[in-house]
């Protein structure tokens, strides 16, 4: 089962500009976590945000999370090339799964 | 620390043939995890282990797969036999606790003639 769910499916932008991808999610949630993996290699952690944090930064990616609207978002600021990759959300389940999303797929331009 | 470390890279296979896929986690780590990823289906989570001992296999596909954990220092996962429907990029991930970020692999490639 998926229980976070990227938009958009992929995004194409020129490097130098902003990517943001969002990761809704449908039940309640201990913390979100962000991947990213390059073709043909394993996931890398990217930031965890606990579900009593609103905001989290990490050089140039920005993480926010609303609870409310059960949903998260990553920006990725001044992008480059090598920020081409698949963006992944993961959240874990009641029962102590963590599940990821389908996926972003991101290009960046040069 | 080099990681965690997953054999074979590629596997191919003929149908009906036994496949075990090796794991060895980060030293430390008291969680590992098997994950299997297709372009139809995504990241499905297989099974997972705390301190060698599974937690939960209810993402094992069929009694075909299995996995084992004999120490902190390695698992296998094992399809006996294999069907084509098995291709796909199999992951192991380790953690230093459950609510924790995960530390993969680079993966075994699978494919079933």
């Known amino acids: 089962s998926q229980q976070g769910e990227e938009d958009p499916q992929a995004l194409s932008i020129q490097e130098g500009e902003n990517a943001t991808m969002n990761c809704s999610y449908k039940?309640?949630?201990?913390?979100l976590q962000w991947y990213r993996q390059n073709s043909g290699r394993g996931l890398v952690h990217l930031i965890l945000i606990r579900s009593n944090e609103r905001e989290k930064h990490s050089g140039r990616l920005r993480v926010t999370l609303d609870t409310s609207k059960k949903s998260s978002s990553l920006l990725i600021t001044a992008s480059r090339a090598a920020d081409t990759a698949s963006y992944f959300c993961?959240?874990?389940?009641?029962?102590?799964?963590?599940?990821f999303g389908a996926g972003t797929i991101l290009r960046v331009k040069s | 620390d080099a990681g965690v470390i997953q054999s074979p890279r590629h596997e191919v296979t003929e149908m009906g043939q036994e496949v075990t896929l090796r794991c060895k986690p980060i030293s430390g780590h008291d969680y590992l995890f098997w994950y299997r990823q297709t372009m139809m289906r995504g990241l499905e989570l297989l099974i997972y282990?705390?301190?060698?001992?599974?937690?939960?296999d209810s993402g094992m596909p069929e009694d075909r797969f299995s996995a084992k954990m004999p120490n902190a220092s390695f698992s296998t996962l094992k399809i006996q036999p294999s069907e084509p429907r098995d291709s796909a990029v199999y992951f192991c991930?380790?953690?230093?606790?459950?609510?924790?970020?995960?530390?993969f692999g680079s993966g075994t490639q699978l494919s079933v003639l």
């Open positions: 993961a959240t874990d389940e009641p029962g102590n799964k963590l599940v």
């Open positions: 991930a380790s953690s230093r606790g459950r609510v924790a970020k995960l530390f």
């Open positions: 039940t309640s949630i201990n913390n």
């Open positions: 282990f705390n301190n060698n001992v599974p937690i939960d």
